[in-house]
């Protein structure tokens, strides 16, 4: 009896990049810099984008300042490039509002966060997904588990019970438990794509079934995340486990602190004015960005 599993579909690609949100000297959203910064992720790897999520600073914008941004570099990327909308809130009025506009602003996809601070039961949040998906039907929906930020975890079982929603089709895995890209296929089948939210889990879960991830060391190194993603899907495993150990610094730097505050700086340093985070977010403190600026020196040497 063959043992073989059945791979799960790429709706986004395989490499996607959490967009940060760049502003300039004001801190107002510098849209042009955005489209520049857009296109050059797609020319080191990415082959999607994730716009306004968590990385992007979603709490601190205005969703007018979001739907600009979705339509900046949708029109930057143009349409061979996934771009997705983040439209994920606590109140399920504003998310399904939210999706509806990203549908009608040219999003290829929405990621909908588990709903934050108020802390649903199981059933409060398929209830809360299930009228998003509804909402706009046509629009593929990547789920978004990532319990340290909202407080509270997407079981697998009730991932399950939304498969019959024809628009779930992904769900970005950032629980930090490698245990839940299995749980997540065993439970919903493998219609549902599962990519890792987390950089250093990246190779590990792909080995158990992530077809890719949404990243944030790609906005630095993206060239390198493709060329590990590779070598793992052409069974060169040596060749992706030295690109992982190599990175693994880059990953641990990048969440020192509260995302987008190293990547940011990150970019800074890479030669990218993106401006500092947004209040209650601050710059990078002088001594991490002096170690992280010695860690991406290193990189660009090997």
Known sequence: MSTAAELSPTPFGRLLTAMVTPFDAEGRVDLALAGRLAR???EE????????????????????EQVKMLEAVRQAVGPGVKVLAGTGSNSTSEAVKATREAAE???DGALVVVPYYNKPPQDGLEAH?????????????????VPGRTGTSLA???????????NV?????????????????????????????????L???????AVGVVSVASHVVGKRLRHMIDAFLSGQNAVALGQHEQLTPLFQALFATSNPIPVKAALELSGWPVGAPRLPL?????????????????????
């Not at 997904?129 to 588990?145: G, H, K, S, V």
């Not at 970005?172 to 549902?192: M, Q």
């Open 203 to 209: 190779l590990p879960m792909l080995s158990a079934g």
């Open 282 to 302: 601050l710059p990078l403190n002088s001594a991490m960005r002096d170690s992280l600026a010695d860690l991406l020196t290193a990189l660009r040497q090997t």
């Open 129 to 145: 997904f299930r009228a998003i998906a509804t909402a706009a039907p046509e629009l593929p929906l990547m789920l978004y588990n």
């Open 40 to 42: 050059h992720l797609v």
């Open 45 to 64: 790897g990415s082959e999607g984008l994730v716009v306004c999520g968590t990385t992007g600073e979603s709490p601190t914008l205005s969703w007018q």
């Open 169 to 201: 089709v992904s769900f970005k895995a950032a629980s930090g438990s490698i245990e839940e890209i299995t749980e997540l296929r065993l439970a919903c089948g493998p219609r549902l794509a599962v990519y890792s939210g987390d950089d250093g889990l």
């Open 156 to 166: 697998p079982a009730t991932a399950a019970q939304l498969m019959d929603c024809a």
């Open 105 to 107: 602003a040219g999003a």
